[in-house]
């Protein structure tokens, strides 16, 4: 991949700015498609410097228990990969240079079907991919198209990927690397702040590419220590939360969701800036 993507451009960006990234992560469609939209055309305005955007599946298996429930709202509201790009068509209207990954599993893809799905992702606006479940091994199944029509190619490393297996993971990755910053699922444990920083050190060793660390992150002091040595930091079940914490009996949500949820990404925007 050789043109410069909204990703490439917002490090880059960012990078001349000395500071780092405030990632965050909703679910599409999570309580509904309209409180959706509202939520993620908000975000950039709270300080979001990336956006993922979670396509909603029925067995988000390395998801904690908010995540999964925010795709199973999502599901039981109607959304689909259909309406996920619409999302993302609404929200390019709007924001033309804050990106926008998409991130999830390969099922929905799969159903989809692959090429289509990559050359609706790309027009619709999308960015990046990250599909926690296809390996570098299976490249030609999706990596491969997507770097064809532009797409960057997202891929996760974790405390277990060793020095054997990294070059792997790099492989055909661009955009930037996700250091998954615990063992296990989403929103469960905390990091530990100085091991992260070691891994971060052992991959950068390895690559160029920008540093972006996830899973456990909840807190403005946590992504201010992250930054320190990673380029990014990824909030996604905080944030979740936010969203069911705000919801009544039915579901629905109630009023000031949007406010509240953008509050949060402020002051968690505060870690980096």
Do not use: W
């Amino acid at each position: 991949m050789t043109k410069t993507t909204r990703i490439d451009a917002c490090f880059q960006k960012l990078k001349t700015e000395g500071r780092g990234a405030l990632v965050t992560f909703i679910t599409a469609g999570d309580p509904c498609y309209d409180v959706s939209l509202e939520v993620l055309m908000g975000m950039p305005e709270a300080g979001a410097d990336v956006i993922e955007l979670g396509m909603p599946f029925s067995d988000p298996m390395a998801d904690g228990p908010a995540i999964q429930l925010a795709s199973e709202r999502a599901l039981e509201g109607g959304q689909n990969m259909i309406k996920t790009l619409e999302m993302v068509r609404q929200f390019r209207k709007q924001h033309k240079e804050t990106p926008l990954v998409l991130m999830g599993y390969y099922n929905p893809i799969f159903h989809y079907g692959p090429e289509r799905f990559v050359k609706d992702a790309a027009e619709a606006g999308v960015d990046g991919l990250i599909v926690v479940d296809v390996p570098p091994e299976a490249d030609d199944e999706l990596c491969l198209p997507a770097m064809e029509v532009g797409l960057n190619f997202i891929r996760l490393a974790t405390p277990t990927t060793d020095d054997k297996r990294l070059p792997m993971v790099l492989q055909n990755t661009s955009g930037f690397l996700y250091y998954v910053s615990v063992t296990g699922i989403t929103g469960s444990a905390a990091p530990d702040i100085s091991r992260v920083h070691e891994n971060i050190a052992r991959i950068k060793r390895q690559t160029e590419l920008p540093l972006v660390v996830g899973f456990g992150v909840k807190s403005a002091d946590q992504v201010r220590e992250i930054v320190k040595g990673a380029d990014g930091a990824v909030v996604g079940s905080a944030i979740v939360r936010e969203i069911e914490a705000n919801l009544d009996e039915n579901g629905k949500a109630l009023p000031g969701l949007v406010d509240k949820v953008k509050s949060l990404v402020s002051s968690l925007a505060e870690g980096v800036n």
